[in-house]
């Protein structure tokens, strides 16, 4: 009996260690800076400001073939005014039919016609796979991408067949311009304060959540199942009121889904416009 207690004991003894170790481990590893990065990842964005103005720098402009491979690797830098921000729009594309998960990030309206993505994600290298595992650990930094929407919308729904749901948010332009300013300044500090991804604390959804409360404090649990299971978080922000529209999740979904749209339209100059017009004429009638 004591020889089986002495094992026990020696078992949980090096159990502990190993846990030990590895979390001295990852809260000693260091974010890298530097790497083999995968071509949509490769470039940080930043934003200079100036009064009401915001140059943003490498807005990725990609263009992709039928599997996803960059044809054209393509960045611009532009000035927006952002006295002319006029609406906000959280959009959602679910990996799978059926899957609790999903990628989620932000899209900002300005009345002369430009629109800009922000996108979160983990930074991959060439050789790196991104697992529902890796992604809880520190493996990848992570990183805020300025897009343009015919990269950031158009490959999910023309190259990779994804359904991509475009909800209007419920902000003044006030708020909106608040909501872009905060995740810009979250992108300057990432170049040169780099920080982990975490897919339970520090994905996506989590990190729009967190911009969200600074605006609307505390207006969604950042460790709620719906922003854990990435999939559901459109239901949070319609039950938290931050989605304009009064309709059901399941109707709603049908009326911003700008999927069939967007394979219509195709590639085309006035691309954001356009996979906007059924939600908006459907939401004259909301």
């Not at 995968?38 to 103005?53: I, W």
């Not at 906000?88 to 009345?111: K, L, N, Q, R």
């Not at 300057?188 to 600074?214: E, M, Q």
Request: glycine share 4%; hydrophobic share 40%.
């Amino acid at each position: 009996m004591k020889k089986s207690l002495k094992i026990i004991l020696y078992i949980a003894l090096v159990f502990f260690l190993l846990v030990a170790a590895f979390f001295v481990w990852q809260f000693t590893k260091q974010v890298p800076t530097e790497g083999n990065w995968k071509d949509t990842l490769n470039v940080l964005g930043s934003a200079e400001f100036n009064g009401h103005y915001v140059t943003v720098k490498n807005v990725r402009n990609f263009q992709y073939d039928a599997s996803g491979t960059p044809t054209v690797e393509d960045r611009y830098d532009r000035t927006y005014d952002l006295a002319k921000l006029t609406k906000a729009w959280y959009i959602t594309v679910p990996f799978d039919a059926g899957s609790p998960f999903a990628h989620t990030f932000m899209s900002f309206e300005f009345s002369d016609g430009n629109f800009l993505s922000i996108t979160i994600e983990a930074r991959l290298t060439k050789s790196e796979q991104y697992t529902m595992f890796n992604g809880l650990i520190n493996n990848f930094p992570i990183m805020y991408i300025p897009v343009d929407e015919r990269d950031s919308v158009y490959v999910r729904t023309n190259i990779y067949n994804d359904e991509v749901y475009v909800y209007p948010l419920k902000a003044t332009p006030y708020q909106a311009r608040l909501l872009l300013t905060d995740m810009l300044v979250r992108m300057n500090d990432l170049v040169t304060h780099p920080r982990w991804y975490n897919g339970f604390y520090a994905n996506c959804t989590s990190s729009i959540a967190d911009s969200v409360n600074k605006i609307w404090p505390d207006l969604l649990p950042v460790f709620d199942w719906q922003v854990l299971l990435t999939n559901y978080a459109d239901q949070l922000a319609l039950d938290k009121g931050l989605i304009d529209t009064t309709l059901p999740l399941d109707q709603a979904r049908k009326r911003f889904d700008a999927t069939a749209t967007a394979q219509r339209v195709g590639y085309v100059a006035d691309f954001s416009k356009l996979i906007r017009l059924q939600g908006e004429a459907s939401s004259s009638n909301r």
